[in-house]
Structures are given as C-alpha cells and as structure tokens.
C-alpha cells in the first residue's frame, strides 16, 4: 500500500549526490513490509539482494536463488515503495552469455519493476551488451558470494597489492563498459578509497570503509536477525532503537553522517 504517492529516486539523482558529496543510504528488503520501512525511513537505495537466498530461504550460500525467486521478491518490494531507488541481482548463471542475461535482466525489469540490475566480477562483454539495450547496470567487484566455491571463504578480498590493483583495473572497465553504480564488498578501506576517488560513477559499499560513495548493509544483518553469525562488517542498530524503523532511521542518519562504517566495521 502506497501511503503518498511521490516520484522515485532516478539514478541521476544518485550521481547527484556523489558529485555533491552527500553519502547513499543503500538496504536490502526482499518483501513489501521491510521496503515501505525502508522507504518511509528516507533510505535512497533498496536492494533485492539474492542474499535472499540466506536471509529468506535458509540456503548456505546464494547460489540456488533462482530468476522467478528474484522476481517475485522484486514485485513483493517494489509495490510498498514510493521514493527509494530499485535494484535487483541477477541470480547465479542467469547471465552466463550476453543473451541470457538480457533476457533475464528485461524480465526482472518488466514483471519485477526494477529499475537497475546488479551483476558480479567484470563481464565487460556482457554489461556492453546489456547497456547497448537500455538497461542500467551496478557491477559488484571484491567479494563475490556467487564465487563461494571457487573462494572456498567468505573473506576480505584485495589485501595484496597485485589482488588490490586486478580490483582497480575491473572498476575502471566497468565503468568504461558503461556501468552507471558500483558495489565493493569486502575489500580494504585503502583500496575503496582509491577506486571512490578515481571512479566517476557512485561507489556503494559493504565492508569497505567509510570512504565510498554509498553504504549498503543486509537488513537482517542491521537488526542482527540473520540465521548466521553477523558479519564483522555490520552493526546491530536496533540494539539502541525503540523499534525497527527507527533502526532503519538511524542507520539512515549514520550514512548520511559518515559515521556509519566505523573502524571496527572496516578492514
Ligand atoms: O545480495 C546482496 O544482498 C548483496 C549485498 C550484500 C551487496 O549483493
């Protein structure tokens, strides 16, 4: 249910606010009562994060989320929000060539009313496809939960100088392929710096430092709901709140401060 009806967020306002310095407050939300939370609370960004695949389904990783999964959580998201920013992930091999990620993207599009889809690593190829078609692209370079058996770990990526430069030169090839929104997770707060400094577009981070353009945190990470152990990167918010939303309103204030990461959340 839409209380007021507003327009939302376009990702030129979200350029806007990295050319202006004001920091994106980014969350995920996989159903309309966490997105119109979120959306009240004044948050920019809202994810559909295949992190569903932990948060919601129970699975050990993100890999068995599926297109139709993602797509209904999308609708289930996008119909309570007014203002906030939509993103989606494509899930595990849905864009394993340039086709099937286009026509997994414009479905997700069309039925789950996105307005942006995300993709891990640095198919240059792939996100020139999608871009050429009119479809806004966020990469997501340093950790990448969609590798997780290649990783063996879900840990900090880019401590050694070669690994740190590999990550810089993805970045720089996103962006020169045309994407338009950055998400580094993972990574040491140096190295974000360094790529929020050189990068033209926003740069979202989660586990990378205080320097990045944007924050973005798993909404059950944030209210330390997860069946898992909360990552070190997160900050239980609604340890001090009196209710969920003003959880999601402080974390929102935090952001927008920069006072959310602090050192204990960064690498
Ligand atoms: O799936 C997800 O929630 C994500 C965030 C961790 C950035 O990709």
Known sequence: ????????????????MKRNGEKISCLTAYDASFSALIDQAGIDVILVGDSLGMTVQGHASTLPVTLQDMVYHSQCVARARTRSFIIADLP???????????????????????QMIKMEGANTETLRFLVAQGIPVCG?????????NQLGHYTVQGK?????QNII?????????????????????????????????????????????????????????SPNKPPRFA?????????????????????????????????
């Open 160 to 164: 050694q100088a070669d690994e740190a």
């Open 1 to 16: 249910m839409k209380p007021t009806e507003s327009k939302p967020l376009s990702l030129a306002d979200l350029q806007a």
């Open 169 to 225: 030169n993805d970045a720089l090839a996103l962006q020169q392929s045309g994407a338009q929104l950055l998400v580094l997770e993972c990574v040491p707060a140096s190295l974000a710096k360094t790529i929020s400094a050189q990068l033209t577009i926003p740069v979202i981070g989660i586990g990378a430092g205080i320097d990045c353009d944007g924050q973005i945190l798993v909404i059950y990470d944030l209210l330390n709901i």
């Open 92 to 114: 595990f091999m849905s864009y394993a060539t340039p086709l099937m990620a286009a026509k997994n993207a414009a479905q997700l599009m069309r039925t789950g009313t996105v």
């Open 235 to 267: 900050k239980n918010f609604l340890a001090e709140a009196t209710s969920i939303a003003d959880a999601i309103s402080r974390y929102h204030q935090a952001v927008k401060q920069c006072q959310f990461p602090a050192l204990a959340h960064s690498f």
């Open 140 to 148: 997501h370079l340093g950790l990448l939960p969609q590798h997780i």
